[in-house]
């Protein structure tokens, strides 16, 4: 089993930035791929960004794309999501995921929720305009 913890969220004016950690623990070896979802109140949950574990291979979502960066460290088993230029429209509770599937598929596959195994409980980002 793999625990995922997110933290990092808070409330911050439009134009600002934060970023998101996501820290495993457990069966960490055992992660293949990573990303981060996020749901607004009212909407389903929506893809972020996701990024291989081994190479660093990374994938947006358009509407982020350009704003935020996906990055890990493998030594700390944790994955981050920099936030910049944020808008209103980026309020959403935001989840870390991780898939131990080792079948190699392209990382553009990694922008649906079934492809992952592991969820965090999620963190709150606001954005005031």
């Known amino acids: 089993q793999v625990q995922l913890v997110e933290s990092g969220g808070g409330l911050v004016q439009a134009g600002g930035s934060l970023r998101l950690s996501c820290a495993a623990s457990?069966?960490?070896?055992?992660?293949?791929?990573m990303g981060w979802f996020r749901q607004a109140p009212g909407k389903d949950r929506e893809f972020v960004a996701a990024?291989?574990?081994?190479?660093?291979?990374?994938y947006y979502a358009d509407s982020v794309k350009g704003r935020f960066t996906i990055s890990r460290d493998n030594a700390k088993n944790t994955v981050f999501l920099q936030m910049n230029s944020l808008i209103p429209e980026d309020t959403a509770v935001y989840y870390c995921?991780?898939?131990?599937?080792?079948?190699?598929?392209?990382?553009?596959?990694?922008?649906?929720?079934?492809?992952?195994?592991?969820w965090g409980q999620g963190t709150q980002v606001t954005v005031s305009s």
């Open positions: 995921a991780g898939d131990s599937s080792s079948l190699w598929r392209p990382i553009s596959s990694y922008s649906s929720h079934t492809s992952y195994s592991y």
């Open positions: 990024i291989r574990w081994s190479g660093g291979r990374t």
């Open positions: 457990g069966r960490t070896g055992s992660i293949y791929n």
